[in-house]
């Protein structure tokens, strides 16, 4: 069993997947990494990030990252989960840049919604973590779901009527 992942950590993971690539790029972290690098919580079960663009130089090293650091590490986003808005790019706060790789935070906003659709206790408590910090203003993110409502068919698993009601339950 891996153990948990901690801001150190994380950080470590950072300096060595950044010192390992060759090309520029960007590294989203999400969920529990960014409520860690917050400050909202200990330690997270894995560190969940997205790797724009794919570079097999970074992906290769992930396994090897695992084993030296002895945590888990998983390609997951809210875009993998729910449409995201259009320019979570630009609304992803940026962590550092370690050698060619700038490490961001994963658009608050689309986080909060694709944890909003899942609903886990741990989901609700993040959330509030986003609203109380600042990252996340509540209308903003009723206006980011009325943006990509129209787009909920694509993701089959998610029953719309449902994810509006949490939305609006956790946003207003």
Avoid: C
């Avoid at 790029?25 to 990030?49: E, F, H, M, N, P």
């Avoid at 997205?50 to 875009?79: C, F, G, H, T, Y």
């Avoid at 700038?102 to 919604?113: G, I, N, R």
């Avoid at 659709?117 to 910090?133: F, V």
Wanted: charged share 30%; glycine share 6%; aromatic share 6%.
């Amino acid at each position: 069993m891996r153990e948990l992942a901690d801001a150190p950590h994380i950080e470590r993971f950072m300096e060595a997947l950044g010192r390992a690539a060759r090309i520029d790029g960007r590294v989203y972290l999400t969920g529990g990494a960014t409520a860690v690098l917050q400050g909202w919580r200990a330690s997270t079960i894995d560190i969940d990030i997205k790797v724009i663009p794919d570079n097999d130089d970074l992906l290769r090293e992930i396994p090897r990252l695992k084993e030296q650091l002895n945590i888990n590490v998983e390609l997951a986003a809210p875009s993998d989960f729910i449409p995201v808005p259009d320019g979570w790019e630009e609304r992803s706060p940026l962590i550092r840049r370690v050698g060619k790789v700038s490490f961001h935070h994963f658009d608050p906003v689309s986080q909060a919604l694709s944890k909003a659709e899942r609903g886990h206790e741990q989901d609700l408590r993040d959330i509030a973590d986003l609203i109380a910090s600042g990252l996340v203003d509540p209308a903003d993110a009723r206006a980011q779901f009325d943006s990509i409502e129209r787009e909920l068919y694509r993701f089959p698993a998610i029953d719309p009527a449902s994810f509006r009601r949490s939305m609006e339950e956790l946003f207003n």
